[in-house]
Nanobody, 114 residues
Framework: QVQLVESGGGLVQPGGSLRLSCAAT????????MGWFRQAPGKQRDFVAF???????KYADSGKGRFTISRDNATNTVYLQLNSLKPEDTAVFFC????????WGQGTQVTVSS
């Protein structure tokens, strides 16, 4: 079983940056892929980015050039660097890990507002 704990959300002004973290514990060796989704109020949960166990990454068009996903294998942590944030990026960001099933974190709020 894999457990995920997210951190790093907060309030930031437009154009600002945040770094989200997702620490995985448990059956780490079974993880195939980790990534992020986000859900704005009243909207569906949308894909943001993922990174595979081999290091391959993929981004949603909305985040290309602004968001960067990376991982630290020593600490079993995946990061999502958010740059040039816009008010429309405001959402709860959820980390996930895929093994034989998908496990979700509790979510972390990102609010972009002046």
């Amino acid at each position: 079983q894999v457990q995920l704990v997210e951190s790093g959300g907060g309030l930031v002004q437009p154009g600002g940056s945040l770094r989200l973290s997702c620490a995985a514990t448990g059956s780490i060796s079974s993880i195939i892929e980790m990534g992020w989704f986000r859900q704005a109020p009243g909207k569906q949960r949308d894909f943001v980015a993922f990174i595979t166990s081999s290091g391959r990454t993929k981004y949603a068009d909305s985040g290309k050039g602004r968001f960067t996903i990376s991982r630290d294998n020593a600490t079993n942590t995946v990061y999502l660097q958010l740059n040039s944030l816009k008010p429309e990026d405001t959402a709860v960001f959820f980390c996930y890990a895929t093994t034989y099933r998908t496990v979700w974190g509790q979510g972390t709020q990102v609010t972009v507002s002046s």
